[in-house]
């Protein structure tokens, strides 16, 4: 009717592995890759819009052929009215 056998438990010698170190790493230096390559896309959009705004090229004949009808003279000065004897 008893049993012999002990039935106390044992502790396993498997542990839990505990968080995968690949998949924390993985994600941790793709994100960083991609704000290093962001980062230095927005620095080339700046140094490439500031080059521009210093640096060109002087083409008057492009001006001259659109016509001067783009650039509105002011009213040129009116005279004085000549005097006249009384």
Do not use: H
Request: a negative charge.
């Amino acid at each position: 009717m008893f049993s012999t056998e002990d039935n106390t438990t044992q502790p396993s010698n498997t542990t839990d592995p505990g968080p995968n170190i690949a998949a924390i790493v993985a994600p941790t230096v793709i994100l960083g890759l991609l704000a290093i390559a962001s980062a230095v896309l927005v620095w080339l959009f700046c140094v490439v819009r500031k080059k521009r705004q210093t640096e060109g090229t002087y083409r008057p004949s492009a001006e001259e052929q659109t016509g001067a009808s783009s650039v509105e003279t002011p009213d040129a000065l009116k005279l004085p009215k000549e005097e006249r004897l009384i």
